[in-house]
């Protein structure tokens, strides 16, 4: 069974919060939103908030608890902003949203995406029916995010994860093209004669700068040719 992400909000208080977080599920591909026990009613305020994502309204669950929302997920995970500072404070030792994203792509199923009150979050008893939780780090002067935005960044770090296979990277440069690149720029340094040291620093100066940068294939490949003709001219030069 394909990965299936639901996103599930515990006592959603406020309207705004509900068509934004409908909303930013559009953005990065969710459909799928459950309520328990909202506060509020859906109506023009949360259909405002949801601008073109009102199928996602239209077509949300409420349930009267958080374990008729799981029903039938496979995998759970919580969010928090109340980290636990002792290492016996099991239920709020979480993980980050970046490592979430590389977690939860190994699951098969239905995965629930669990989020609390806006006044209050999760209760201890709700994240124990979780098998994970995640917490955003923020600044300690003010750690709470509003729900809406933590689920933006929630989202965001998942469907990013998705993206990786169809990623640009796998256009990438190879480390031995690389290292060809280093090898002529090298010799143009010898060509130049410049001192030893000099040669050195300068050479590793731009190793560091292809490790730190994104280099494709076909970069590397003009790079290749380019600095090999100037060595072999320098050479001819000689």
Not at 106 to 127: H, T
Request: net charge positive; glycine share 6%; hydrophobic share 45%.
């Amino acid at each position: 069974m394909a990965l299936q992400i639901r996103v599930v909000l515990v006592g959603p208080e406020h309207e705004g919060n509900i068509g934004s977080i409908a909303r930013v599920m559009k953005n990065f591909n969710l459909k799928a939103l459950w309520l328990v026990k909202p506060k509020v009613a859906l109506g023009l305020e949360a259909s405002v908030y949801a601008v073109n994502a009102q199928e996602i309204l239209s077509s949300a669950k409420i349930v009267a608890s958080l374990k008729e929302a799981l029903f039938d997920v496979d995998w759970v995970v919580g969010t928090t902003a109340k980290v636990g500072w002792s290492t016996r404070n099991i239920l709020r030792t979480p993980i980050d949203a970046k490592l979430l994203s590389k977690q939860i792509f190994k699951k098969q199923g239905r995965v629930a995406l669990v989020f609390g009150r806006e006044s209050k979050g999760l209760s201890n008893w709700e994240l124990n029916l979780c098998d994970l939780v995640v917490t955003i780090p923020t600044s300690p002067a003010y750690r709470t995010l509003n729900v809406a935005a933590a689920a933006t960044i929630v989202f965001y770090e998942l469907f990013a994860a998705t993206l990786e296979s169809e990623s640009p990277r796998k256009m990438e440069a190879e480390g031995s093209a690389l290292h060809r690149v280093e090898d002529y720029f090298e010799e143009i340094c010898k060509s130049l004669e410049l001192a030893p040291h000099k040669q050195e620093i300068t050479v590793r100066a731009l190793r560091n700068v292809l490790q730190r940068s994104y280099v494709s294939r076909r970069e590397a490949s003009l790079l290749i040719g380019a600095m090999r003709r100037t060595s072999q001219r320098l050479k001819a030069q000689g």
